[in-house]
């Protein structure tokens, strides 16, 4: 007799329920590594947008390999995000950062470099809230406010080519991580179920609902109800540049 087929899935239910899942991983065993790291780790950074790749450059400067694995298709930069019309005659537009500023030190030292390289310049027309109806109210700023001045995108790539060349880092992409899962004392990933390596350790540096999902599977109840108790304040607005 051919074996009964499993009960189907009503239609219109989602595959994955993040609340499940993370109910389901508080019953799980915290996941503890006895062996320590070793000397020479390799490190997988999920997420190539400017934490994951902020983060590879700084593991690069410390002799670190990392594997940075990113979904982007068209690149990396996460929502350092640029679309381009006529490869850029006729528009470059920037649909997610479209300015940055720099309060800290060693960032505002990478900003002098890419505008040396004019990769950035400074933005002196004003930001503000364009609202219904035509009102624009200016947003002043007594700090530098920097633009791409071919768009975020190449920001982002130039993050990462000095450090490529001493093969420190490798990028994969794109390629969506869907599953973390402790072996052996060391973290394998996978796209799907296709394995995607194993690393002593994972940096996930990719927005808080895609991270909790990635946890809650991963052995880390600890980590995963922390995460989903961090409250984060949106500010829900629109900035435009003139
Ligand atoms: C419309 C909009 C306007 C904005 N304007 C400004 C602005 O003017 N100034 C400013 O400073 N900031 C602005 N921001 C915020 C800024 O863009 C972000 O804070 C910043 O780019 C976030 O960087 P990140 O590296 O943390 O995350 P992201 O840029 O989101 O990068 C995360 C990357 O990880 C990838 N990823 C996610 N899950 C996985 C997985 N499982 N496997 C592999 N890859 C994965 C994502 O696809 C993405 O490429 C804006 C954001 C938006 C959306």
Redesign the pocket.
């Known amino acids: 007799r051919p074996p009964k087929a499993p009960p189907r899935r009503p239609r219109g239910k989602p595959r994955f329920s993040r609340q499940s899942a993370i109910k389901k991983s508080f019953q799980q065993e915290q996941v503890v590594f006895s062996t320590p790291v070793p000397a020479d780790p390799t490190v997988a950074i ?8 902020a983060c590879a450059s700084a593991l690069a400067a410390r002799g670190v390999r990392a594997v940075v ?4 298709m068209h690149g ?5 995000a640029t679309r381009m019309v006529d490869d850029g005659r006729r528009l470059v537009f920037d ?7 720099a309060s800290d030190q060693r960032f505002q030292k990478l900003v002098d470099e890419w505008v040396d390289k004019g990769l950035a310049r400074e933005w002196r027309g004003s930001i503000g809230e364009l609202e219904a109806g035509g009102h624009f109210t200016a947003i002043p700023s007594s700090t530098p406010r920097y633009i791409g001045v071919r768009g975020m995108r190449p920001l982002a790539d130039a993050m990462l080519p000095e450090v490529y060349q001493n093969d420190l880092i490798k990028v994969v992409r794109p ?4 599953k973390l899962e402790p072996f052996n004392g060391l973290w394998r990933l996978f796209e799907s179920e296709k394995p995607q390596g194993q690393y002593d350790a994972v940096v996930i ?3 808080g609902k ?1 991270a909790n999902r ?1 946890l809650s599977t991963s052995g880390l109840p600890q980590l995963t109800r922390q995460m989903k108790e961090t409250r984060v304040e949106f500010y829900l607005g629109t ?1 435009c540049g003139i």
């Open positions: 999920i997420g190539g947008g400017a934490s994951g790749l694995f990113d979904t982007g990396l930069g996460g929502r350092m649909h997610a950062a479209q300015f940055f500023t390629s969506w991580i869907s540096a990719h927005n895609c990635l900035t």
